[in-house]
């Protein structure tokens, strides 16, 4: 079973910067592509920032996901930070996991981590 873990998150101030982490653990898989989503508060799960899984380094805007190769985790870095910027922070991972000789694929969610900008 492929799982995937989110860290990092915490109170901030607005104007700084936060890395947040995604962690995936499992044995005999491959990821494909690596999402951020958040959701902030009252408001629906929105997509912030991909990458493939042959990415090293993807920006977009204010937004940079990056590859730790060492430690097996795809990382967000959130520049300028917004109060709007709040929410739960949530990776999805899509792939291939190899089950007794035959490639299942799976695409998971983490559990999220609270990120809350202050003014």
């Known amino acids: 079973q492929v799982q995937v873990a989110e860290s990092g998150g915490g109170l901030v101030q607005a104007g700084g910067s936060l890395r947040l982490s995604c962690t995936a653990s499992?044995?005999?898989?491959?990821?494909?592509?690596t999402d951020w989503y958040r959701q902030p508060p009252g408001k629906q799960r929105e997509w912030v920032a991909g990458m493939p899984g042959s990415g090293v380094t993807s920006v977009t805007g204010r937004f940079t996901v990056s590859r730790d190769k060492a430690k097996n985790a795809v990382n967000l870095e959130i520049d300028s930070l917004k109060p709007e910027d709040t929410g739960v922070y949530y990776c999805?991972?899509?792939?291939?996991?190899?089950?007794?000789?035959?490639?299942?694929?799976?695409?998971?969610w983490g559990q999220g981590t609270q990120v809350a900008v202050s003014s």
């Open positions: 999805n991972a899509r792939g291939l996991q190899n089950i007794r000789g035959t490639l299942i694929p799976y695409d998971i």
């Open positions: 499992g044995s005999s898989f491959s990821v494909d592509h």
